[in-house]
Nanobody, 122 residues
Framework: QVQLLESGGGLVQAGGSLRLSCAAS????????MGWFRQAPGKEREFVAC???????AYADSVKGRFTISRDNADNTVYLQMNSLKPEDTAVYYC????????????????WGQGTQVTVSS
């Protein structure tokens, strides 16, 4: 069982930056693929980025070059650094944990946080 708690969301102007954090419970954190998803009003939840235990990463095309996912296994924390934010990045951002590598689908993830709101003003 893994419990996840996101923080770091807020209101930022277009072009600005935010860093989201996700604190995880559990002794086997390092074995999970950790992912970030987002959901805008009226839209389906979509993949943003993931980082698996081997160190590899994957990103949605819409955030490549702007967002960076990292993890600190010693602190059981995963981060999402978001730069050059755009109004279309506005959404609730969710942290999730999966047993499989390179997981990009919502159904691949077994554990979810409660989400943190990110709002980017134009």
């Amino acid at each position: 069982q893994v419990q996840l708690l996101e923080s770091g969301g807020g209101l930022v102007q277009a072009g600005g930056s935010l860093r989201l954090s996700c604190a995880a419970s559990g002794r086997t954190f390092s074995y999970y693929t950790m992912g970030w998803f987002r959901q805008a009003p009226g839209k389906e939840r979509e993949f943003v980025a993931c980082r698996w235990s081997g160190g590899g990463t994957a990103y949605a095309d819409s955030v490549k070059g702007r967002f960076t996912i990292s993890r600190d296994n010693a602190d059981n924390t995963v981060y999402l650094q978001m730069n050059s934010l755009k109004p279309e990045d506005t959404a609730v951002y969710y942290c999730a944990a999966a047993h499989m590598w390179t997981a990009r689908r919502v159904v691949d993830y077994a554990y979810w946080g409660q989400g943190t709101q990110v709002t980017v003003s134009s």
